[in-house]
């Protein structure tokens, strides 16, 4: 069971990027998928979640109107789509797959906003 992050960097303000999560050992379609981020000193936190079937979607309050999550469940991955990046959204950020007792986390990707 693997869960692994793609598409971080080093962006400017302002700028836009795309992770990926893709999933491997289990398919994705019965687990609720989320993206969260750590910020160095300061603890996790929950930036997107979205459900099964991909139609209700939620966001923490500082990134609500700039990203948005989706999931290809086909493929098996699942995606967090980030415009407007503020130098406060850096952060390691982390896939997860939640379904009953099951609960399984990517290793994360680095993303920085700086000019």
């Known amino acids: 069971v693997q869960l692994v992050e793609s598409g971080g960097g080093l962006v400017q303000p302002g700028g836009s990027l795309r992770l990926s999560c893709a999933a491997s050992g289990f398919t994705i379609n019965m687990y609720h998928m989320s993206w969260y981020r750590q910020a160095p000193g300061k603890e996790r936190e929950l930036v997107a979640t979205?459900?099964?079937?991909?139609?209700?979607?939620n966001y923490g309050d500082s990134v609500k109107g700039r990203f948005t999550i989706s999931r290809n469940n086909a493929e098996n991955t699942v995606y967090l789509h980030m415009n407007s990046l503020k130098p406060e959204d850096t952060a390691v950020y982390y896939c997860?797959?939640?379904?009953?007792?099951?609960?399984?986390w990517g290793q994360g990707t680095q993303v920085t906003v700086s000019s």
């Open positions: 979205i459900s099964t079937g991909g139609r209700i979607t």
């Open positions: 997860n797959a939640r379904w009953v007792n099951r609960d399984y």
